[in-house]
């Protein structure tokens, strides 16, 4: 607990900090539940099943995660596919880079209407996010530039709740309404974080600031690079692989933790700016989109204490050191290895992978694309072998997209921004669903197990 020293003597400090210190061991105290109770209650830690399956709380059309097939009540595992309205994600990704064009906003149109548009309802759909892009008169000095922050996502989080008053009807909840707010959010928010950075920097590493705004007629992952980048240069491949990037992040089915939140919100009946913001919050956990920026922690972390990382063995010995919680944060995990539902494989880490492998050898990223495919190679079994398990473990995700980012000269602090702003369109897409389909605000249930006690009054109290 950190005291203001303005406001206390030295003395007084010390003595507040001993009141904070005793309060704190009453806390501890107080946030005790025994690990039986869960058994004993039937609770399903997480909205987990025994087998690690998610519980169903919901219907939905927008996304669908595959990773395992349940047959006569045992988990199977399965190569991993993600569809968007029932389109393969990686169909989509094929198709995008064969035509050579620019995906992410096709994505979003399909996500919010439920089809692939026809050139010009795409056309039309662009021209609008264009029309939106831009942020309301003085919010960028306002809102972003008078309160520095050293998180992006919050910073993020708070502006786009700062988006509230300068909507006409921020409450509404009709469709059209809340179509509206969706459009104006998806073009808004790159250029929020964008925006956010370049203060970030300036406040925080005495960098110069250099505040860009977006230009009509280019795509979402064009104008984030160059309201990013303080030259506002870039190339037509790095905004084509980024833009790869932001579609395998736009969406990801109704249970992960940032879009059951968002649908959480939603069902209360709050507002779009409330539901958006808190699933910025909740994306930012390093359990959940904040652990890409683990991923790279730990990554340069091997890298400085690895004398051979072309050496299987040096390589699984520090793996094992992470296990045993040794190394790094110390936390047992291989950041980057493993998910929730994918088993053997990850259909977006295995798109990042082959979007990268050239990008990589082309910019002098070889060897460090090389160590990834070796974790990816060798921690399954040595997880296993640690562990006595025998489970299939693929890489996910953000095994390979802190590299992509990497190589785009993108800052680490923003990797997560990014996650968010992909997946703003598929939160969009599931609080619209939210409103339209359900009729029951999201309330599950929780055992209390504290005891009946009597009142004493505060004299006679021990």
Avoid at 152 to 181: C, F, R, W
Avoid at 430 to 451: F, G, L, N, Q
């Amino acid at each position: 607990m950190q005291l203001n020293s303005k406001k206390y003597s030295n003395d007084h400090e010390e003595e507040i900090e001993s009141i904070f210190q005793d309060m704190l061991t009453d806390a501890k105290n107080a946030y005790v539940i025994p690990r039986e109770a869960f058994d004993k209650y039937h609770v399903k830690r997480g909205l987990r099943e025994l087998d690690g399956s998610g519980v169903r709380a919901g219907i939905t059309k927008v996304g669908n995660v595959h990773g395992y097939i349940i047959n006569e009540g045992e988990k199977s595992p399965d190569e991993g596919t993600l569809e968007y309205r029932g389109y393969e994600i990686s169909e989509l990704v094929k198709n995008f880079v064969r035509e050579d064009r620019f995906g992410f906003e096709e994505c979003a149109y399909l996500l919010f209407f439920g089809y692939l548009p026809t050139k010009e309802e795409l056309s039309h759909f662009n021209e609008l996010l264009a029309s939106y892009r831009r942020l309301p008169p003085r919010f960028t000095e306002d809102i972003i530039m008078k309160a520095p922050s050293r998180s992006i996502m919050n910073k993020m989080a708070t502006s786009v709740l700062s988006l509230y008053p300068y909507d006409d009807n921020p409450d509404g909840t009709d469709l059209e309404n809340m179509l509206h707010q969706s459009m104006e959010i998806v073009a808004r928010l790159p250029v929020i974080a964008a925006q956010s950075y370049a203060v970030y920097q300036n406040a925080f590493m005495d960098e110069s600031l250099n505040i860009h705004n977006p230009l009509e007629g280019l795509s979402t992952a064009e104008n984030f690079l160059r309201v990013l980048r303080p030259d506002s240069k870039y190339t037509d491949e790095e905004a084509k692989l980024l833009d790869i990037a932001l579609v395998i992040h736009a969406e990801h089915g109704g249970g992960n933790c940032s879009t059951f939140t968002c649908r959480t919100l939603s069902s209360s009946g709050t507002d779009t700016y409330s539901a958006i913001a808190a699933s910025i919050g909740a994306l930012k956990g390093p359990r959940h989109g904040g652990a890409n920026i683990k991923v790279q922690e730990m990554f340069d972390c091997m890298k400085a204490k690895l004398s051979n990382p072309r050496d299987d063995a040096e390589v699984s010995d520090f793996i094992l050191k992470l296990l045993k919680k040794e190394e790094y944060d110390h936390s047992g995990l291989v950041y980057g290895m493993g998910h929730a539902i994918y088993t053997k494989s990850d259909p977006r880490a295995v798109l990042l992978k082959d979007a990268a492998r050239k990008l990589a050898y082309d910019k002098g990223f070889g060897d460090d694309f090389e160590l990834l495919e070796r974790i990816e190679r060798l921690t399954p079994d040595i997880f296993n072998n640690f562990k006595g398990a025998d489970k299939d473990m693929c890489a996910n995700v953000d095994l390979y997209s802190g590299l992509v980012y990497r190589m785009l000269g993108i800052p680490t602090e923003m990797y997560t921004p990014l996650f968010a702003i992909a997946r703003v369109a598929g939160w969009c897409a599931h609080r619209m669903e939210e409103y339209c389909t359900s009729s029951k605000i999201i309330r599950p249930a929780y055992k209390c197990i504290s005891k009946s006690k009597d009142y004493v009054s505060i004299e006679e109290r021990l």
